[in-house]
């Protein structure tokens, strides 16, 4: 499985930036993007890798934290293997890298969304948003 983020960027606060996640799955596998969790994490300067927001295989359980909520949405696209975030009313405590991160999710109950990172297996690269004041 690979991920490529995108979509990062320089915006002034109270702008908005779309960030794209394409998820790779092995042709050989038999598992598409809809049996994948998805999430989002960022990691500012000096602080720890956090959760932003994370989407179960169900495509319907999502979850966010409390700092983004209201202001960002988690969604995916399956004929395009893509998971965004589209992240509005952005402020300069958003600043960070952003990684995207993909498990499987056979067999987990349907309202499941992993929230942590330990239980991610795939990562793709960060993609850097820079909010300024």
């Known amino acids: 499985v690979q991920l490529q983020a995108s979509g990062g960027g320089s915006v002034q606060a109270g702008g908005s930036l779309n960030l794209s996640c394409v998820v790779s799955v092995d042709t050989l596998s038999k598992y598409d993007l809809s049996k994948y969790g998805v999430g989002w994490f960022r990691q500012g300067p000096g602080k720890e890798r956090e959760l932003v927001a994370g989407i179960g295989s169900s495509g319907w359980a999502t979850h966010y934290a409390d700092s983004v909520k209201g202001r960002f949405t988690i969604s995916r696209d399956i004929s395009e293997n893509t998971v965004y975030l589209q992240m509005n009313k952005l402020n300069p405590e958003d600043t960070a890298v952003y990684y995207c991160?993909?498990?499987?999710?056979?067999?987990?109950?349907?309202?499941?969304?992993?929230?942590?990172?330990?239980?991610?297996?795939?990562w793709g690269q960060g993609t850097q948003v820079t909010v300024s004041s």
């Open positions: 991160a993909a498990e499987p999710m056979i067999g987990a109950p349907a309202y499941r969304v992993y929230t942590v990172a330990p239980e991610y297996d795939y």
